[in-house]
């Protein structure tokens, strides 16, 4: 069975910046894309940036310039770093690994709250 741990998460003022991160542990999983998500209180669940195993990323437009995300294969480990952090920015941050043929592996998410 495979666990993601998300670690990183916390209280920030405005404009500051997080660090988030998530390592894969268990059974060995295939991995096809990583990725972040979130979900606000009484918003439904978003994708916030992915990246694949070439390394390709794709990010939401509310974070473009703002979020970066990063893997370590050898370690299957995402990372989102979070600059510039927004009030609307507070929500659970989800990890997730895609695997293919519709298996998704989740994390138990992690609070981000950023004051203003």
């Known amino acids: ?9 916390g209280l920030v003022q405005a404009g500051g910046s997080l660090r988030l991160s998530c ?4 059974s060995r999983v295939s991995i096809r894309v990583m990725g972040w998500y979130r979900q ?6 978003e994708v916030v940036a992915t990246i694949t195993t070439g390394g390709g ?3 939401a ?7 970066t995300i ?19 920015d ?8 895609y695997s293919g043929y519709d298996v ?8 981000v709250t950023v004051s203003s």
């Open 40 to 45: 606000a209180p009484g918003k439904q669940r």
């Open 104 to 111: 998704n592996h989740w994390g138990q998410g992690t609070q």
């Open 57 to 59: 990323t794709v990010y």
């Open 70 to 88: 990063s893997r370590d294969s050898a370690k299957d480990t995402v990372y989102l770093q979070m600059n510039s952090l927004k009030p609307e």
């Open 1 to 9: 069975q495979v666990q993601l741990v998300e670690s990183g998460g």
């Open 23 to 26: 390592a894969a542990s268990g």
């Open 90 to 97: 507070t929500a659970v941050y989800y990890c997730n690994i």
């Open 61 to 67: 437009d509310s974070v473009k310039g703002r979020f």
